[in-house]
C-alpha cells in the first residue's frame, strides 16, 4: 500500500481529468475563501494601518540588509519551526501536523498531475511521502485534538466536546484519516466491492470541508501568522515594538503562587 499511488488506481474508474479538476476547484475555494475572509473582518487592511503607524515611532530606519536578516531569521525560526509555540509538545504536535499536511498535499499534487495516466509510473517516493504525510498529520493532529486543545487542557471540557473553532483541525484529521484507510482498502484489491468507495466519498466530503470552509476555519492561520510574525519581528528591530510599551526594568514580583501551578490558563 505505501508505494502505491492510489490515485492512479483511482483513474481506471474516475478520469485523472475530473481528479485533477477537483483540486483545481479545493484551490479556488481556498483563495476565495481568504479573500473573503479578509474582506469580513479587515484584518489585513488593520494589519497595514498598524505597520504604517509603527513605521512612524521606529527609531531608527532599517537598511535592505538587515531587513533581509530579519525576514530570513523569522522564516528559518517563527515560521519553519512555529517557534511562537515554545519548547515542549504543543510545537512537536503542530509541526508533527504542520509537515505531515505540507507532504500528503504536496504528494497528492504530484500524483494526480503527474502520475495518473494509464502509461504512467510512479516513482515509490511520492506514495511514500503521501502516506507518511497522512499519517504524521493523524498524529499530530489527534495529540492537539485529545490533548493539547485549550478548552481541553486549560478548561477541563471533555474532549468529544465539539465547537466551530474545531473545524479546521477536525477536517484535516478527517480527510487524511479517510484518505489512509480508502488508500489502503483500494490496495486490498476487494473487487468492486463498497467499502474502499465508501471512503473515498468520505475522503471527498472531508476535502470539500476542510477547503470550502476556509473563512469559516482557522485554515487561513497558515497564511497570516506567518506575515504577522514578519512584522512583529521587523517592529522590534526598528524600535517601534508595534507602538507597545518596552518590557519593565524592574524586578520580577509575581507573589509566591506564581510557582505553584505550571501556566496553562488563557
Ligand atoms: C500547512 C501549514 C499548517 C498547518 C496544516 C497547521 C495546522 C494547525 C492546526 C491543526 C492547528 C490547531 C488549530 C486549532 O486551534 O483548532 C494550528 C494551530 C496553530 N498554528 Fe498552525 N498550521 C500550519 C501553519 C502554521 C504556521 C506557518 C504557523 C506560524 C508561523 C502556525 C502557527 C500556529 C499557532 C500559533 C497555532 C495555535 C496552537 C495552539 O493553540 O496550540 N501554523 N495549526
Known amino acids: 500500500m505505501i508505494t502505491t499511488n492510489p490515485f492512479f488506481i483511482l483513474s481506471e474508474t474516475v478520469p485523472a481529468i475530473a481528479t485533477q479538476s477537483f483540486v483545481i476547484v479545493m484551490a479556488f475555494l481556498v483563495i476565495i475563501g481568504t479573500l473573503v475572509d479578509i474582506i469580513h473582518k479587515k484584518n489585513v487592511k488593520y494589519f497595514f494601518e498598524n505597520a504604517k503607524k509603527a513605521k512612524q515611532s521606529a527609531k531608527k530606519t532599517l537598511t535592505t540588509g538587515e531587513k533581509t536578516s530579519v525576514i530570513i531569521k523569522t522564516v528559518s525560526s517563527d515560521i519553519l519551526t512555529t517557534s511562537e509555540l515554545g519548547a515542549g509538545k504543543r510545537r512537536v504536535a503542530h509541526l508533527l501536523g504542520m509537515y505531515g499536511t505540507i507532504l500528503f498535499w504536496l504528494a497528492s499534487v504530484i500524483m494526480i498531475f503527474c502520475y495518473s495516466s494509464i502509461d504512467s509510473i510512479t516513482p515509490n517516493i511520492w506514495p511514500i511521502l503521501w502516506h507518511v504525510g ?11 485534538w485529545f490533548f493539547l486543545r485549550a478548552d481541553v487542557y486549560s478548561e477541563a471540557h471533555p ?27 483500494q490496495s486490498l484489491n476487494l473487487n468492486n466491492r463498497w467499502d474502499d468507495k465508501l471512503f473515498l466519498i468520505l475522503f471527498i466530503i472531508s476535502n470539500f470541508v476542510l477547503f470550502g470552509g476556509v473563512y469559516w476555519s482557522k485554515f487561513a492561520h497558515m497564511f497570516y501568522k506567518p506575515g504577522a510574525a514578519i512584522q512583529k ?25 506564581i510557582d505553584r501551578e505550571k501556566a496553562k490558563h488563557y
Open 159 to 185: 474532549w468529544y466536546r465539539i465547537i466551530k473553532a474545531d473545524l479546521f483541525v477536525l477536517a484535516l484529521l478527517a480527510s487524511a484519516l479517510f484518505g489512509l484507510i480508502w488508500s489502503f482498502l
Open 134 to 144: 497522512a499519517i504524521m498529520t493523524v498524529l499530530g493532529g489527534s495529540w492537539f
Open 233 to 257: 519581528n521587523l517592529s522590534e528591530a526598528d524600535g517601534s515594538r508595534d507602538n507597545l510599551p518596552p518590557p519593565a526594568d524592574a524586578p520580577k514580583q509575581y507573589g509566591l503562587g
